[in-house]
């Protein structure tokens, strides 16, 4: 129980009676004792705080960058009506700066007996769960002038899920998918191992494509076309060592690491392909394992929500393990690490052969855009010095990439917004090639 500013107000000027004032207890008892009464007849008619039933409902989940709304239901079972100020507490990073005040708290005007409903927005700034802390309540009488004050602890988890920035690239990625499966009308053929069909040879057509023994038991020439196979096995491994803490932007690397693999993944299983994720550093952090096509991308997201970079060195040994029991077939590996050399020559080298003799390796790595601008720095001796280091930055990256294409690995090198793209570019080629 809390007397409020009004009364505070009133019992300041109360105590200053016309005259002269003397100044003692009684005298301000007398002076105040309206007052006190009125505020003992608003405590009598305030509701109470603790009888009150509060229950949640709304959205559980929700995209970061996206709204998500939870309602809070307020039942006043006493014979007084509640006026009451409230306030829905949840952590700070579940809205935007300075929009917190505005979001959590609410004014509320229960009738007795009766219920009402409030809705707390969030707006999250950060993926993983976020838990609704405690309600509080301070219930005012009819004047104003006396408050009770509670807390209450009404649970509730939202959950903040990847992005998934990169999705507008899918449409574009699924046409030319659809041109190397052959179901588009296109002067070009994929070049899959699977036997598709047979039609009339239109110009442009690869010469090697034409079946002669078709085309002799016909008027027209025939060609072969194919398809790329289906049901490939794809196993995305995300690095989730301190290497991917790294901030390119206004973000980790993981977080762009995770946008490429769920584009890959949403192409993948378009294409009839299974994809399985591995999260890993010293330890898994994450497996979706044996999910049907229409279930992969929200187990992906759902199982990437809570991924958070850890600050140790990853153990490459024990990667490839778990890598190699996952994919116990002939599978594409989709490594998404760092192209740092130290964490590639003494972990990942060591160990690559064991990958590729069994596998197909992609190596996909975040790269820096900054670095890219340091690089074409002039005007000064200090922007020189940055361009100087930045090129060199830029020539070790490069000398081990190469290195891990000598033993057979494909390496897609691009900043945030283009790995995405990048990597279901290279994903379609190794299609096209037959390499799945």
Same mark, same amino acid.
């Given at each position: 129980m809390a007397f409020t500013g009004r009364a505070a107000l009133l019992a300041a000027l109360g105590a200053l009676p016309v005259g002269i004032w003397e100044p003692?207890?009684?005298?301000?008892?007398?002076?105040?004792?309206?007052?006190?009464?009125?505020?003992?007849?608003?405590?009598?008619? @305030? =509701?109470?705080?603790?009888? /009150?039933?509060? $229950?949640?409902?709304?959205?559980?989940?929700?995209?970061?960058?996206?709204?998500?709304?939870?309602?809070?239901?307020? $039942?006043?079972?006493?014979?007084?009506?509640?006026?009451?100020?409230?306030?829905?507490?949840?952590?700070?990073?579940?809205?935007?700066?300075?929009t917190e005040v505005a979001s959590s708290r609410h004014h509320v005007s229960v009738p007795a007996g009766e219920r009402r409903r409030v809705t707390?927005?969030?707006?999250? $700034?950060?993926? &993983?769960?976020?838990?609704?802390?405690r309600v509080t309540i301070r219930?005012?009488?009819?004047?104003?002038?006396?408050?009770?004050? &509670?807390?209450?602890?009404?649970?509730?988890?939202?959950?903040?899920?990847?992005?998934?920035?990169?999705?507008?690239?899918?449409?574009?990625?699924? #046409?030319?998918? +659809?041109?190397?499966?052959?179901?588009?009308?296109?002067?070009?053929r994929g070049e899959g191992t699977e036997f598709d069909s047979l039609r009339e040879y239109v110009p442009g057509d690869d010469t090697r494509s034409i079946d002669w023994r078709a085309t002799a038991r016909r008027s027209t020439v =025939?060609?072969?076309?194919?398809?790329?196979?289906?049901?490939?096995?794809? /196993?995305?491994?995300?690095?989730t060592g301190r290497t991917s803490a790294g901030r390119v932007g206004d973000?980790?690397?993981?977080?762009?690491s995770m946008d490429?693999?769920?584009?890959? #993944?949403?192409?993948?299983? +378009?294409?009839?392909?299974?994809?399985?994720?591995?999260?890993y550093d010293r330890r898994v952090r994450a497996l979706v394992q044996g999910r049907a096509a229409g279930e992969v991308l929200p187990s992906l997201v759902?199982?990437?929500?809570?991924?958070?970079?850890?600050?140790?060195?990853?153990?490459?040994?024990?990667?490839? @393990?778990?890598?190699?029991? $996952?994919?116990?077939?002939?599978?594409?590996?989709?490594?998404?690490?760092?192209?740092?050399?130290a964490p590639v020559e003494e972990g990942l080298l060591p160990v690559l052969s064991g990958l590729t003799q069994r596998h197909t390796v992609l190596v996909a790595s975040v790269a820096d855009p900054y670095i890219a601008r340091m690089a074409k720095a002039r005007g000064d001796a200090e922007a020189v010095?940055?361009? #100087?280091?930045?090129?060199?930055?830029?020539?070790?990256?490069?000398?081990?990439?190469?290195?891990?294409?000598?033993? &057979?690995v494909t390496v897609v090198d691009a900043i945030p917004d283009d790995l995405a793209p990048a990597l279901a570019d290279a994903y379609l080629a190794l299609k096209a090639a037959g390499r799945l």
């Open positions: 003692s207890w009684t005298g301000i008892l007398t002076v105040n004792a309206p007052l006190a009464l009125a505020c003992a007849c608003d405590a009598a008619l @305030a =509701a109470p705080v603790r009888r /009150l039933g509060l $229950t949640r409902s709304g959205d559980t989940s929700v995209r970061l960058g996206d709204t998500a709304d939870v309602t809070l239901t307020v $039942t006043n079972p006493s014979g007084r009506p509640l006026r009451a100020h409230l306030r829905d507490a949840w952590p700070p990073s579940s809205w935007e700066s300075g707390t927005r969030l707006r999250p $700034t950060r993926r &993983g769960d976020r838990q609704a802390d219930s005012y009488g009819p004047l104003g002038l006396f408050a009770r004050q &509670g807390n209450h602890k009404v649970p509730w988890s939202v959950r903040v899920l990847p992005p998934f920035t990169s999705r507008k690239h899918l449409p574009s990625k699924l #046409a030319r998918l +659809r041109e190397l499966d052959g179901r588009t009308s296109v002067l070009t =025939a060609v072969r076309t194919w398809r790329p196979e289906r049901d490939r096995h794809i /196993l995305l491994v995300l690095d973000a980790p690397r993981l977080d762009a490429a693999a769920l584009l890959l #993944a949403a192409l993948a299983s +378009r294409a009839g392909d299974r994809v399985d994720l591995l999260a759902s199982a990437m929500a809570g991924l958070e970079p850890e600050l140790v060195e990853t153990d490459a040994r024990g990667l490839a @393990a778990i890598a190699l029991r $996952t994919a116990p077939r002939r599978s594409l590996i989709v490594l998404l690490t760092s192209l740092d050399a010095y940055e361009a #100087a280091a930045a090129a060199q930055a830029q020539t070790e990256r490069q000398r081990t990439a190469e290195q891990l294409r000598r033993r &057979g």
